[in-house]
């Protein structure tokens, strides 16, 4: 089975009750399945922690680099960060069971119906379609400004 995962856009939306907030557009494929997602950052922060117990240095952007969290360039460069993040999820070996796929938001049992060989520790190698230098991600991660001005 072969997992493509990328977050190709995002979108603000506002809302009554709350402030303005961004949703990343998650598209995965599995084989001949495709899903798509539309998730908040806190969403990617949740799955984040929980991994965080056995993989401790996997990439991720903080939660506010700048005052304006809301700014297209903060935004895109927080979409980036955030499928690298979601690249280095997919590629750890075995992907902890369960913990991607609740994420996703995907039922396994679907897939395995489809694939009998489907083990419950699927082992999995994430192909990252816009791979981004290593240097990006790593500004992005440690927190890199972006001026006022923009």
Same mark, same amino acid.
């Given at each position: 089975?072969?997992?493509?995962?990328?977050?190709?856009?995002? /979108?603000? @939306?506002?809302?009554?009750?709350?402030?303005?907030?961004? #949703? /990343?557009?998650? !598209?995965? #494929?599995?084989?001949?399945?495709?899903?798509?997602?539309?998730?908040?950052?806190?969403?990617?922060?949740?799955?984040?922690?929980?991994?965080?117990?056995?993989? @401790?240095?996997?990439?991720?952007?903080?939660?506010?680099?700048?005052? &304006?969290?809301?700014?297209?360039?903060? =935004?895109?460069?927080?979409?980036?960060?955030?499928?690298?993040?979601?690249?280095?999820?997919?590629?750890?070996?075995?992907?902890?069971? *369960?913990?991607?796929?609740?994420?996703?938001?995907?039922?396994?049992?679907? =897939?395995?119906? @489809? &694939?009998?060989?489907?083990?419950?520790?699927?082992?999995?190698?994430? !192909?990252?379609?816009?791979?981004?230098?290593?240097?990006? =991600?790593? *500004?992005?991660?440690? *927190?890199?400004?972006?001026?006022?001005?923009?």
């Amino acid at each position: 089975m072969r997992i493509s995962i990328t977050i190709p856009s995002w /979108y603000t @939306k506002t809302s009554e009750k709350e402030k303005a907030f961004t #949703q /990343y557009e998650v !598209q995965i #494929q599995l084989d001949e399945d495709h899903y798509t997602r539309k998730l908040r950052y806190s969403t990617f922060r949740d799955l984040h922690k929980k991994l965080s117990v056995k993989h @401790k240095n996997l990439p991720f952007p903080h939660r506010r680099i700048v005052a &304006n969290n809301q700014h297209p360039r903060f =935004i895109e460069s927080r979409r980036v960060a955030l499928e690298e993040f979601l690249c280095e999820v997919a590629s750890l070996q075995p992907i902890p069971p *369960g913990i991607l796929w609740s994420f996703l938001d995907i039922d396994t049992s679907e =897939i395995k119906k @489809k &694939n009998s060989k489907l083990p419950d520790m699927m082992m999995v190698k994430e !192909q990252c379609l816009n791979p981004v230098p290593v240097s990006v =991600i790593r *500004g992005v991660c440690s *927190g890199i400004r972006i001026p006022n001005t923009c």
